[in-house]
């Protein structure tokens, strides 16, 4: 087997079932960290009101970011998410269970989701996604066919757009300030886009040699589809088939499904109790059938950062040095890549001509 056919097998055989696992397991312990921190806020506010010292919820926050008051966003975003409710529903057909999940995944489990990576970002400075949160939703949506599979679902993180929010606050940058700078950018960004696009796409078959990454990866990425789009496929007669005559459905392993959310659930319920870090738990599940050449570096760097760097220059000193070292080495790698596709570009544009 080659590289693509090894890890779509390997997937097949036993990553569908305990990332499914991993990802219900994932959904129950954010829920429930969730509604532990709420519970400590309402009591943290109850104690804040009886003593006097309360703020105002819904009043902006004072560092002078510009920011409008929290209600004009909670309305914003309803009115939005009712739109695009609409929009998906129309072109699906207005289908009661469907029209249910859409409410529960917009107004529902992407504020969730956007609060657990804004503080996870917060703490160890990465996210984490739960796995097939969407499938499983379709799955539930009672949808038929690909067409579900098409239509705009978001699925959208906003906790990098809090974690966003917080550096402009600290490096002084007013939120209407970023509010102008997309209203320039947006339309350049689109216009520019739509010529790259357009010429790369009409300069070099894809895929092809040309592309490698694409020619190897398409591969995998369609095979992937495939699979998932196959768990809502129908029968002569129209009706959607049962899960388990699916490939996804075979491939859906009670067993694995079962292991997945156990090691996870119980992980996290070992760690808190000895007190030990609960990042291990996001990490398995970030973890689960990732390719294993891009975690060896960055297992690799972390040990190098504990065992070498931190003792050398101190484990506050280090950590604080840290994120602008990253800063400057994204960079400098973003200004070599954006070089090189330039020349890439230009010689696709010259090389074809007889002279």
């Given at each position: ?18 990332g ?8 129950v ?6 509604a ?29 970011r ?9 309305v914003?975003y ?15 057909g ?16 992407m ?9 996870l ?6 996210s ?7 499938e499983l ?12 599979w ?5 699925y959208?993180?906003y ?6 929010f ?6 002084g ?7 102008k700078?997309e ?29 490698p ?10 095979k992937?589809?495939v ?15 049962p ?41 398995l599940v ?9 975690m ?14 931190q ?5 506050q ?14 960079t ?16 696709s ?7």
């Amino acid at each position: 087997m080659n590289r693509v056919i090894a890890i779509f097998s390997f997937w097949v055989v036993l990553w569908v079932g305990v990332g499914v696992g991993g990802g219900v397991g994932i959904a129950v312990i954010s829920v429930f960290s969730l509604a532990r921190d709420m519970s400590r806020k309402f009591r943290a506010d109850n104690r804040e009101k009886r003593a006097g010292i309360q703020e105002d919820l819904w009043a902006p926050p004072r560092a002078g970011r510009g920011d409008y008051p929290l209600w004009i966003a909670l309305v914003l975003y309803i009115c939005i998410s009712s739109l695009l409710v609409c929009l998906i529903s129309s072109l699906l057909g207005w289908q009661m269970n469907l029209v249910l999940f859409l409410i529960f995944f917009i107004f529902l489990y992407m504020p969730i989701i956007a609060y657990v990576n804004a503080r996870l970002l917060g703490i160890a400075g990465q996210s984490v996604d739960i796995p097939y949160v969407k499938e499983l939703g379709f799955l539930a949506s009672g949808a038929k066919g690909i067409d579900i599979w098409l239509a705009p679902v978001p699925y959208d993180n906003y906790g990098a757009q809090a974690q966003s929010f917080r550096v402009n606050e600290l490096t002084g940058v007013t939120f209407w300030s970023l509010v102008k700078t997309e209203l320039v950018a947006l339309p350049i960004l689109f216009l520019l886009s739509w010529t790259f696009w357009g010429f790369i796409w009409h300069s070099t078959p894809i895929p092809s040699p040309a592309f490698p990454a694409a020619q190897i990866n398409w591969e995998l990425e369609s095979k992937n589809r495939v699979l998932l789009y196959s768990s809502t496929s129908v029968d002569e007669n129209g009706k959607r088939k049962p899960l388990a005559d699916t490939e996804f459905g075979k491939a859906l392993k009670p067993a694995y499904v079962g292991t997945g959310f156990v090691v996870i659930t119980g992980s996290y319920a070992v760690l808190s109790a000895f007190g030990l870090p609960i990042m291990l738990v996001y990490g398995l599940v970030r973890g689960f059938g990732a390719l294993p050449h891009g975690m060896i570096l960055e297992v690799f760097g972390a040990v190098l950062s504990r065992y070498y760097f931190q003792k050398k220059y101190g484990p506050q000193n280090f950590l604080r040095m840290a994120p602008t070292i990253f800063a400057g080495y994204l960079t400098g790698v973003g200004l070599i890549g954006m070089a090189t596709v330039a020349l890439r570009l230009i010689y696709s544009a010259i090389s074809p001509t007889p002279f």
